[in-house]
Protein backbone atom coordinates (compact mmCIF):
# COMPACT_ATOMS: atom_id res chain seq x y z
CA UNK A 1 0.00 0.00 0.00
CA UNK A 2 1.31 3.35 -1.29
CA UNK A 3 1.91 6.14 1.84
CA UNK A 4 -1.18 9.16 1.42
CA UNK A 5 -2.55 11.73 3.52
CA UNK A 6 -6.14 11.97 5.44
CA UNK A 7 -8.12 14.78 5.41
CA UNK A 8 -12.04 15.05 6.40
CA UNK A 9 -14.28 17.08 5.14
CA UNK A 10 -17.47 18.20 6.88
CA UNK A 11 -19.71 19.22 4.72
CA UNK A 12 -20.18 18.80 0.72
CA UNK A 13 -18.44 21.98 -0.85
CA UNK A 14 -15.14 21.19 1.14
CA UNK A 15 -15.55 17.67 0.19
CA UNK A 16 -16.09 18.95 -3.56
CA UNK A 17 -13.06 21.37 -2.86
CA UNK A 18 -10.82 18.75 -1.97
CA UNK A 19 -11.12 16.74 -4.73
CA UNK A 20 -11.19 19.14 -7.21
CA UNK A 21 -7.51 20.00 -6.25
CA UNK A 22 -6.06 16.20 -6.30
CA UNK A 23 -6.62 14.29 -8.97
CA UNK A 24 -5.64 11.13 -7.32
CA UNK A 25 -7.24 11.68 -4.01
CA UNK A 26 -10.25 9.40 -3.39
CA UNK A 27 -13.28 9.95 -0.96
CA UNK A 28 -13.45 7.35 1.99
CA UNK A 29 -16.54 6.14 3.43
CA UNK A 30 -17.50 2.46 3.95
CA UNK A 31 -13.96 1.47 2.63
CA UNK A 32 -15.66 -1.54 1.81
CA UNK A 33 -14.11 -1.57 -2.01
CA UNK A 34 -11.41 0.99 -1.91
CA UNK A 35 -9.38 -0.58 1.04
CA UNK A 36 -9.08 -3.91 -0.51
CA UNK A 37 -8.11 -2.24 -4.00
CA UNK A 38 -5.32 -0.49 -2.12
CA UNK A 39 -3.98 -3.67 -0.33
CA UNK A 40 -4.21 -4.70 -3.38
CA UNK A 41 -1.89 -1.84 -5.20
CA UNK A 42 -4.64 -0.93 -7.58
CA UNK A 43 -5.81 2.05 -5.99
CA UNK A 44 -2.56 4.48 -5.27
CA UNK A 45 -4.76 7.77 -4.00
CA UNK A 46 -2.42 10.40 -2.69
CA UNK A 47 -4.95 11.24 -0.46
CA UNK A 48 -8.00 10.24 1.17
CA UNK A 49 -10.94 12.34 1.95
CA UNK A 50 -13.44 11.25 4.79
CA UNK A 51 -17.29 11.77 4.02
CA UNK A 52 -18.70 10.29 7.06
CA UNK A 53 -19.63 13.47 8.42
CA UNK A 54 -21.30 15.04 5.49
CA UNK A 55 -24.81 15.46 6.62
CA UNK A 56 -26.38 12.99 3.76
CA UNK A 57 -27.84 9.95 5.66
CA UNK A 58 -31.31 10.78 5.27
CA UNK A 59 -33.66 8.74 3.36
CA UNK A 60 -36.85 11.43 3.21
CA UNK A 61 -39.98 11.92 0.61
CA UNK A 62 -39.00 14.39 -2.85
CA UNK A 63 -41.29 16.76 -3.54
CA UNK A 64 -43.10 14.25 -6.32
CA UNK A 65 -43.58 11.80 -4.30
CA UNK A 66 -40.82 9.19 -4.13
CA UNK A 67 -38.08 9.22 -1.75
CA UNK A 68 -34.39 10.53 -1.62
CA UNK A 69 -31.97 8.00 -0.09
CA UNK A 70 -28.60 9.73 0.68
CA UNK A 71 -25.36 8.68 -0.35
CA UNK A 72 -24.41 7.90 3.05
CA UNK A 73 -26.98 5.95 4.06
CA UNK A 74 -25.59 2.11 4.82
CA UNK A 75 -26.85 -0.82 2.73
CA UNK A 76 -28.17 -1.74 5.99
CA UNK A 77 -30.00 0.78 6.74
CA UNK A 78 -31.52 0.98 3.27
CA UNK A 79 -33.17 -2.18 3.19
CA UNK A 80 -34.62 -2.51 6.69
CA UNK A 81 -35.89 1.05 6.06
CA UNK A 82 -39.95 0.55 6.71
CA UNK A 83 -40.84 3.27 3.35
CA UNK A 84 -38.07 0.94 1.23
CA UNK A 85 -39.92 -2.09 2.20
CA UNK A 86 -43.05 -1.18 1.77
CA UNK A 87 -42.64 0.34 -1.21
CA UNK A 88 -39.62 -0.34 -2.97
CA UNK A 89 -39.28 -4.51 -1.51
CA UNK A 90 -37.38 -5.08 -5.06
CA UNK A 91 -34.76 -2.95 -3.94
CA UNK A 92 -34.74 -4.68 -0.43
CA UNK A 93 -34.55 -7.61 -1.57
CA UNK A 94 -31.61 -7.09 -3.60
CA UNK A 95 -29.21 -5.34 -0.92
CA UNK A 96 -30.30 -8.44 0.89
CA UNK A 97 -29.12 -10.81 -1.39
CA UNK A 98 -25.30 -9.47 -1.81
CA UNK A 99 -22.53 -9.42 0.71
CA UNK A 100 -22.60 -9.76 4.34
CA UNK A 101 -24.51 -8.29 7.29
CA UNK A 102 -21.06 -7.49 8.57
CA UNK A 103 -20.05 -5.57 5.03
CA UNK A 104 -23.83 -3.69 4.83
CA UNK A 105 -23.68 -2.78 7.92
CA UNK A 106 -20.26 -0.31 6.78
CA UNK A 107 -21.14 0.01 3.15
CA UNK A 108 -22.39 3.06 1.64
CA UNK A 109 -25.59 3.96 -0.98
CA UNK A 110 -22.64 5.76 -2.67
CA UNK A 111 -19.98 3.18 -2.31
CA UNK A 112 -22.13 0.70 -3.67
CA UNK A 113 -22.52 2.49 -6.95
CA UNK A 114 -18.72 3.21 -7.23
CA UNK A 115 -17.52 -0.20 -6.62
CA UNK A 116 -15.16 -2.04 -9.15
CA UNK A 117 -15.57 -4.97 -11.32
CA UNK A 118 -14.16 -7.96 -9.12
CA UNK A 119 -12.72 -9.24 -12.31
CA UNK A 120 -9.85 -11.72 -11.45
CA UNK A 121 -7.15 -10.00 -13.54
CA UNK A 122 -8.38 -6.68 -12.78
CA UNK A 123 -6.84 -7.43 -9.01
CA UNK A 124 -3.75 -9.25 -10.42
CA UNK A 125 -1.29 -6.56 -11.14
CA UNK A 126 1.06 -9.66 -12.94
CA UNK A 127 -1.49 -9.81 -15.67
CA UNK A 128 -2.22 -6.50 -18.20
CA UNK A 129 -5.76 -5.15 -17.85
CA UNK A 130 -6.81 -2.15 -19.67
CA UNK A 131 -9.03 -1.01 -16.35
CA UNK A 132 -5.88 -0.62 -14.46
CA UNK A 133 -3.27 0.31 -17.62
CA UNK A 134 -5.29 1.69 -20.68
CA UNK A 135 -3.97 0.07 -23.90
CA UNK A 136 -1.86 -3.07 -22.30
CA UNK A 137 -4.89 -5.39 -23.21
CA UNK A 138 -7.60 -7.74 -21.57
CA UNK A 139 -5.85 -11.34 -19.88
CA UNK A 140 -9.39 -12.34 -19.50
CA UNK A 141 -10.08 -13.05 -22.99
CA UNK A 142 -8.90 -16.37 -23.79
CA UNK A 143 -8.59 -16.67 -20.17
CA UNK A 144 -10.52 -18.19 -17.45
CA UNK A 145 -13.99 -16.49 -17.90
CA UNK A 146 -16.67 -18.18 -15.71
CA UNK A 147 -17.50 -14.93 -14.13
CA UNK A 148 -16.86 -12.77 -17.53
CA UNK A 149 -19.63 -10.67 -19.13
CA UNK A 150 -21.97 -11.72 -22.47
CA UNK A 151 -23.33 -8.59 -23.02
CA UNK A 152 -22.06 -5.38 -24.09
CA UNK A 153 -18.34 -6.53 -24.09
CA UNK A 154 -15.73 -4.88 -26.34
CA UNK A 155 -12.53 -6.02 -27.42
CA UNK A 156 -11.03 -4.30 -24.76
CA UNK A 157 -12.69 -5.59 -21.66
CA UNK A 158 -15.38 -8.43 -20.48
CA UNK A 159 -15.68 -7.29 -16.53
CA UNK A 160 -18.99 -7.53 -14.92
CA UNK A 161 -20.50 -5.12 -12.64
CA UNK A 162 -20.61 -6.50 -9.64
CA UNK A 163 -23.64 -5.05 -7.43
CA UNK A 164 -27.29 -6.14 -6.47
CA UNK A 165 -28.49 -3.04 -5.38
CA UNK A 166 -27.26 -1.21 -8.72
CA UNK A 167 -29.40 -3.82 -10.49
CA UNK A 168 -32.42 -3.18 -8.47
CA UNK A 169 -32.24 0.62 -8.92
CA UNK A 170 -31.45 0.05 -12.35
CA UNK A 171 -35.20 -1.64 -13.13
CA UNK A 172 -36.77 1.17 -11.05
CA UNK A 173 -35.35 4.22 -13.13
CA UNK A 174 -33.87 5.73 -10.30
CA UNK A 175 -31.90 9.29 -10.38
CA UNK A 176 -28.22 9.41 -9.40
CA UNK A 177 -27.64 12.88 -7.42
CA UNK A 178 -24.31 14.23 -8.02
CA UNK A 179 -22.30 17.53 -6.94
CA UNK A 180 -19.44 19.35 -8.37
CA UNK A 181 -17.60 22.86 -9.00
CA UNK A 182 -20.08 23.33 -11.75
CA UNK A 183 -22.99 22.98 -9.51
CA UNK A 184 -25.43 20.13 -9.51
CA UNK A 185 -26.49 17.95 -11.99
CA UNK A 186 -28.83 14.33 -12.09
CA UNK A 187 -27.86 11.66 -14.24
CA UNK A 188 -30.71 9.15 -15.24
CA UNK A 189 -29.43 5.83 -12.98
CA UNK A 190 -29.16 3.94 -16.48
CA UNK A 191 -26.83 6.78 -17.87
CA UNK A 192 -24.56 6.22 -14.81
CA UNK A 193 -22.47 3.47 -15.47
CA UNK A 194 -20.83 2.82 -19.01
CA UNK A 195 -20.52 0.47 -21.21
CA UNK A 196 -15.98 -0.86 -21.59
CA UNK A 197 -16.03 0.65 -25.28
CA UNK A 198 -12.42 1.52 -25.71
CA UNK A 199 -12.33 3.09 -22.64
CA UNK A 200 -12.83 0.73 -19.85
CA UNK A 201 -10.91 2.38 -16.93
CA UNK A 202 -13.77 5.09 -17.37
CA UNK A 203 -16.61 3.32 -15.65
CA UNK A 204 -19.05 6.02 -15.06
CA UNK A 205 -20.65 9.17 -16.38
CA UNK A 206 -19.69 10.77 -12.88
CA UNK A 207 -16.54 13.76 -13.22
CA UNK A 208 -14.00 12.41 -11.36
CA UNK A 209 -14.33 16.13 -9.03
CA UNK A 210 -17.52 15.04 -8.50
CA UNK A 211 -19.21 14.03 -5.39
CA UNK A 212 -22.53 11.70 -5.07
CA UNK A 213 -25.34 12.89 -2.79
CA UNK A 214 -28.32 11.37 -2.94
CA UNK A 215 -30.27 8.54 -5.01
CA UNK A 216 -34.21 9.65 -6.06
CA UNK A 217 -36.46 7.14 -6.64
CA UNK A 218 -39.71 7.57 -8.41
CA UNK A 219 -42.74 7.26 -7.02
CA UNK A 220 -43.66 3.60 -8.57
CA UNK A 221 -42.22 0.95 -6.87
CA UNK A 222 -43.84 -2.06 -8.20
CA UNK A 223 -44.26 -3.29 -4.87
CA UNK A 224 -47.29 -5.98 -5.72
CA UNK A 225 -45.62 -7.73 -8.70
CA UNK A 226 -41.73 -8.07 -8.28
CA UNK A 227 -38.77 -10.37 -7.57
CA UNK A 228 -34.84 -10.73 -7.43
CA UNK A 229 -33.66 -13.70 -8.80
CA UNK A 230 -29.81 -14.51 -8.56
CA UNK A 231 -27.63 -17.39 -9.41
CA UNK A 232 -24.51 -17.46 -7.64
CA UNK A 233 -22.08 -20.49 -6.58
CA UNK A 234 -22.88 -20.48 -2.90
CA UNK A 235 -26.07 -19.82 -1.30
CA UNK A 236 -24.34 -16.25 0.36
CA UNK A 237 -21.50 -14.49 -0.07
CA UNK A 238 -21.02 -14.56 -3.41
CA UNK A 239 -21.12 -12.34 -6.67
CA UNK A 240 -24.04 -13.53 -9.13
CA UNK A 241 -23.36 -15.74 -11.98
CA UNK A 242 -26.41 -14.00 -13.44
CA UNK A 243 -29.25 -12.50 -11.02
CA UNK A 244 -32.78 -10.42 -12.56
CA UNK A 245 -34.58 -7.74 -11.06
CA UNK A 246 -38.10 -8.10 -12.72
CA UNK A 247 -40.97 -5.64 -12.07
CA UNK A 248 -44.48 -5.65 -13.50
CA UNK A 249 -47.81 -3.84 -13.48
CA UNK A 250 -50.50 -6.19 -13.78
CA UNK A 251 -54.18 -6.01 -14.44
CA UNK A 252 -55.55 -9.37 -14.13
CA UNK A 253 -53.58 -11.97 -15.91
CA UNK A 254 -51.95 -9.65 -18.31
CA UNK A 255 -49.24 -7.32 -18.12
CA UNK A 256 -49.91 -3.60 -18.32
CA UNK A 257 -46.13 -2.74 -17.99
CA UNK A 258 -42.58 -4.10 -16.97
CA UNK A 259 -38.74 -3.51 -16.13
CA UNK A 260 -35.90 -6.15 -16.26
CA UNK A 261 -32.44 -5.20 -15.32
CA UNK A 262 -29.65 -8.39 -15.29
CA UNK A 263 -26.46 -8.22 -13.13
CA UNK A 264 -23.11 -10.48 -13.42
CA UNK A 265 -24.01 -10.39 -17.26
CA UNK A 266 -22.10 -7.20 -18.62
CA UNK A 267 -20.23 -3.56 -17.34
CA UNK A 268 -23.40 -2.12 -16.04
CA UNK A 269 -26.49 -3.82 -15.19
CA UNK A 270 -28.02 -4.29 -18.20
CA UNK A 271 -31.91 -2.92 -19.35
CA UNK A 272 -32.91 -3.47 -22.91
CA UNK A 273 -36.05 -0.63 -23.29
CA UNK A 274 -37.32 -3.06 -26.48
CA UNK A 275 -37.59 -6.14 -24.30
CA UNK A 276 -39.67 -4.03 -21.42
CA UNK A 277 -42.17 -2.43 -24.14
CA UNK A 278 -42.61 -5.94 -25.59
CA UNK A 279 -43.94 -6.76 -22.35
CA UNK A 280 -46.98 -4.63 -22.48
CA UNK A 281 -50.16 -6.02 -23.02
CA UNK A 282 -48.77 -9.72 -23.08
CA UNK A 283 -50.28 -12.58 -20.90
CA UNK A 284 -48.08 -13.50 -18.35
CA UNK A 285 -47.04 -16.86 -19.26
CA UNK A 286 -44.26 -19.20 -20.29
CA UNK A 287 -44.49 -18.18 -23.74
CA UNK A 288 -44.16 -14.43 -22.94
CA UNK A 289 -41.82 -14.71 -20.84
CA UNK A 290 -39.33 -17.23 -23.07
CA UNK A 291 -40.11 -14.73 -25.71
CA UNK A 292 -39.06 -11.51 -23.78
CA UNK A 293 -36.04 -13.42 -22.21
CA UNK A 294 -34.61 -13.99 -26.22
CA UNK A 295 -35.03 -10.27 -26.44
CA UNK A 296 -33.15 -9.46 -23.83
CA UNK A 297 -29.85 -11.88 -24.26
CA UNK A 298 -30.08 -11.14 -28.48
CA UNK A 299 -26.46 -10.64 -29.51
CA UNK A 300 -25.45 -11.95 -26.52
CA UNK A 301 -21.80 -14.06 -26.73
CA UNK A 302 -20.01 -16.34 -24.45
CA UNK A 303 -15.85 -16.07 -23.71
CA UNK A 304 -15.36 -20.03 -23.66
CA UNK A 305 -16.38 -20.92 -19.61
CA UNK A 306 -18.89 -18.79 -19.55
CA UNK A 307 -21.16 -20.72 -22.25
CA UNK A 308 -23.18 -21.65 -19.51
CA UNK A 309 -24.36 -18.10 -18.66
CA UNK A 310 -26.23 -18.27 -21.69
CA UNK A 311 -29.01 -20.71 -21.16
CA UNK A 312 -28.85 -19.59 -17.58
CA UNK A 313 -29.39 -16.39 -18.22
CA UNK A 314 -32.78 -17.22 -19.75
CA UNK A 315 -34.14 -19.56 -17.69
CA UNK A 316 -33.22 -16.88 -14.65
CA UNK A 317 -35.04 -13.73 -16.62
CA UNK A 318 -38.03 -16.58 -17.21
CA UNK A 319 -38.18 -17.24 -13.30
CA UNK A 320 -37.47 -13.71 -12.38
CA UNK A 321 -40.72 -12.71 -14.25
CA UNK A 322 -43.00 -15.60 -13.42
CA UNK A 323 -42.35 -15.31 -9.86
CA UNK A 324 -43.08 -11.23 -10.29
CA UNK A 325 -46.28 -12.32 -11.27
CA UNK A 326 -47.16 -14.40 -9.32
CA UNK A 327 -46.44 -11.97 -5.73
CA UNK A 328 -48.51 -10.22 -4.66
CA UNK A 329 -47.97 -7.31 -2.31
CA UNK A 330 -50.12 -8.50 0.26
CA UNK A 331 -48.53 -11.76 0.83
CA UNK A 332 -44.84 -11.32 -0.21
CA UNK A 333 -42.31 -14.44 -0.33
Same mark, same amino acid.
Given at each position: #??????T?? !??????? *?????????? @???????????M???? !???? $?????????????????????R????????????H?????? %????????????????????????????????? %???????????????????????????????????????????????????????? $???????????? @?????????D???????K??????????????????????????????????????????? #???? $???????A???V????? $???????????Q???????? *?????????????? @??????????????R *????????? *?A???
Amino acid at each position: #MNAFTYTRA !EDVATAV *GAIAGDGVAR @FIAGGTNLVDLMKANI !ERPS $RLIDITRLPLRAIEPTSDGGLRIGALVTNTDLAYHPEIERR %YPLLSRAILAGASAQLRNMASVGGNLMQRTRCA %YFYDNATPCNKRTPGVGCSAIGGFTRYHAILGTSEHCIAVHPSDMCVAMAALDAIV $RVSGPGGDRAIA @FEDFHRLPGDTPHIETNKWPDEIITAVDLPVRGFAEHYAYVKVRDRASYAFALVSVAAALR #MSGG $RIEEGRLALGGVAHKPW $RDRAAESALADQPASRQTFE *GIADLMLRGARDFG @FNAFKLPLAKRAIVR *GLAQAAAVN *GAARP
